[in-house]
């Protein structure tokens, strides 16, 4: 069972659109990460959030944590080809276990 | 900094065979390394968690006897998939968790493409 649904499995834009990805949990995390992860490799880290309606801005992406702390959001502005890839939230257990979230491939294309 | 490696990159074995994989950090110490499973186009499901020195945990549905975790030292953990099977095939990554620091970040392995024919 997928505790951490994300939205939409999968989007495909045209290079400087925006767009957001969305995560949704039923329970409550300490914390909660976004990484991305290319073909073939390990997830890299984007971002962690912690505090319950935090933001926090990477660049052209901004993260969101959602006040209750079960939910949170992505958005990035002017899309890149380079931004393609499989973007994963994660909530972070008090155990300091990942619970990953079922993934959003995205495909930008120039 | 936090640099986690991974050996092999990709294996291929026949069915019935065991394949071991290596789990390195390569400049800091791990007390916990975190295994996963990706299959195609889904996300990482955390297998086990492995504490040095100690037994591992497994997660509900893993089979403890089938995928086998040493956690012997603070910078190695090894996973050995016995007896595989082509449903065993998929991507395994591993990730580290530094001892030093107070936070939960784990670092990820690049992963290891394991292909059983």
């Known amino acids: 069972t997928q505790l951490l649904e994300q939205s939409p499995q999968f989007l495909s834009i045209q290079e400087g659109e925006n767009l957001t990805v969305y995560c949704n949990s039923s329970s409550v995390f300490s914390s909660l990460q976004w990484y991305r992860q290319e073909p073939g490799e390990g997830p890299v880290l984007l971002v962690t959030v912690v505090t319950g309606g935090e933001v926090k801005k990477l660049k052209r992406l901004t993260f969101q944590f959602g006040d209750a702390r079960k939910d949170s959001s992505l958005h990035i502005t002017a899309a890149q080809p380079g931004d393609t890839g499989l973007y994963l939230c994660a909530g972070v257990r008090l155990s300091g276990q990942l619970t990953f979230g079922s993934g959003t491939q995205l495909t930008v294309l120039p | ?117």
């Open chain 2, 1 to 117: 900094g936090a640099v986690v490696s991974q050996h092999p990159s990709w294996v291929i074995c026949k069915s019935g065979t065991s394949v071991k994989i290596e789990c390195r950090s390569l400049d800091f110490q791990a007390t916990t390394m975190f295994w996963y499973r990706q299959f195609p186009k889904q996300s990482l499901m955390l297998m086990a968690t492995s504490n040095e020195g100690s037994k591992a945990t497994y997660e509900q549905g893993v089979e403890k006897d089938k995928f086998l975790i040493n956690h012997a030292s603070l910078t190695l953990s090894t996973l050995t998939v016995t007896s595989a099977h082509p449903e065993d095939s998929s991507f395994y990554i591993c990730s580290a968790r530094d001892r030093r620091e107070g936070s939960y970040e784990q670092y990820f392995g690049p992963g290891t493409r394991l292909t059983v024919t």
